[in-house]
């Protein structure tokens, strides 16, 4: 069965400071793989999804920055953060185009 | 653009009351249907979906109709308990689209 793992699962990061968040599936192969953000009062954006290796959407222009270095491997970045990143951060997966799988997220606060 | 409208919350109800989310949509064409169920501190799960007109979800004693003629998907359980208390997102993934649309979410609460 398909597994999908995100980490950290909590950050405090101060503001101007770079973020890696990682996310990796496993039990399929060649998914599509997306980052959302749930923000409070802002339900859930898609940031970026990716249909294969290196290759990269962005439905939100922003400071945040994602990578596939792998074909199961999701990578959100950011150069310096800033205090509107806050939230939790989804990642998630699909075979089929439309039904989609989500992780556990991560909390990251910026302060 | 495509968009989901979901019944505001938060819903409280009593143990073994019946429920109901409404869900409403507006796209292009013949969407996909979801609804996804989130607890606390933890990520969505996919509770049930439906692909075309007249498909009815179904899974852990929740449903829900695809409703073309009236562009509804409304979330439908007979009997609720407290560990049902999550927060409800109905969703679409437009035809040809990688973006599911989603709505704001429905806190359900449920008191013995």
């Known amino acids: 069965s398909q597994t999908i793992h995100q980490w950290p699962a909590t950050l405090v990061q101060p503001v101007g400071s770079p973020l890696s968040l990682e996310c990796t599936v496993e039990g399929t192969s060649n998914p599509n793989l997306y980052w959302y953000r749930q923000a409070a009062g802002r339900g859930l954006q898609l940031l970026f999804y990716?249909?294969?290796?290196?290759?990269i959407s962005s439905e939100v222009p922003q400071n945040l920055s994602a990578s596939r270095p792998q074909d199961r491997q999701f990578i959100l970045s950011s150069k310096k953060l800033l205090l509107s990143d806050s939230g939790f951060y989804l990642c998630?997966?699909?075979?089929?185009?439309?039904?989609?799988?989500f992780g556990p997220g991560t909390r990251l606060t910026v302060l | 653009g495509d968009s989901v409208t979901q019944m505001e919350g938060p819903v409280t109800l009593s143990e073994e009351a019946f429920l109901t989310i409404n869900c409403t949509y507006t796209?292009?064409?013949?969407?996909?249907l979801f609804w996804y169920v989130q607890y606390p501190g933890e990520g969505l799960q996919l509770l049930l979906k439906?692909?075309?007109?007249?498909d009815k979800g179904s899974n852990k004693g929740f449903e829900a109709t695809y409703r073309k003629e009236t562009t509804s998907f409304h979330l439908e359980k007979g009997s609720v308990q407290v560990s049902d208390s999550a927060v409800y997102f109905c969703?679409?993934?437009?035809?040809?689209?990688?973006?599911?649309?989603f709505g704001k979410g429905t806190k359900l609460s449920v008191i013995p």
């Open positions: 998630a997966w699909s075979v089929e185009r439309d039904t989609q799988y």
């Open positions: 439906a692909t075309k007109a007249d």
């Open positions: 969703a679409l993934c437009g035809a040809g689209s990688y973006q599911l649309t």
């Open positions: 990716s249909v294969g290796i290196g290759q």
């Open positions: 796209a292009t064409g013949y969407p996909s």
